[in-house]
């Protein structure tokens, strides 16, 4: 069964231009140099490491991004806890590009979807950028107004960081 995407537009992470009634976002952070870089990225990615190491809450034995996994991610603690249901729009690993995108369901708090890709180019160079379109759900995402996109900026930054360091730390136990 298909998932029950709260918004139209499924899987335009992964196309231009985004689409016009929501906040867009597009942060690129440099993760590290090489190949087995790229391949520690990727797999840290496609299996929750990534959010992990960022301190987002996943659930144990949420398997890999594929289309149509279900996965509740969370930020925060006790009452400041925020979570909201997604599931996976699209998922690739080629040779060059690895990452994924989910979208939300019924009681996000944002209706949108995010994604989360690494690349490696000609030099070797490997990137993580994170791509979203969103626009509030609920009554305290409507409320708190202009921090959403300051907070989701952070949090893409945060992303970048946690995997610059996850990977690195993939690489040195290989």
């Known amino acids: 069964m298909a998932p029950r995407f709260t918004y139209p537009e499924v899987g335009a992470t992964g196309r231009e231009p985004l689409p016009g009634g929501y ?9 590290g140099h090489g190949r087995a870089v790229f391949e520690a990225a990727a797999d840290a990615v ?38 909201g249901p997604c599931a996976v729009a699209w998922a690739l690993r080629e040779e ?36 979203a379109f969103s626009r509030p759900a609920r009554w305290f995402t409507k409320a708190a107004g202009p921090l959403v996109p300051l907070f989701q900026r952070a949090y893409a930054r945060g992303c970048g ?3 610059r360091k996850e990977a690195a730390r993939r690489v040195s136990r290989a």
């Open 161 to 163: 960081r946690a995997l």
């Open 23 to 31: 906040s867009h976002l597009r942060v690129t952070t440099r993760t």
């Open 46 to 83: 496609l299996t929750w490491g990534m959010h992990r190491a960022a301190g987002v809450q996943i659930a144990d034995g949420t398997p890999p991004a594929a289309y149509g996994v279900t996965v509740t991610p969370g930020v925060g603690i006790g009452p400041l806890r925020i979570s």
């Open 96 to 131: 060059r590009r690895a990452g994924f995108a989910y979208g939300t369901l019924p009681g996000h708090p944002e209706t949108g979807e995010e994604a989360f890709v690494v690349t490696i180019d000609d030099e070797g160079d490997v990137t993580l950028t994170v791509i």
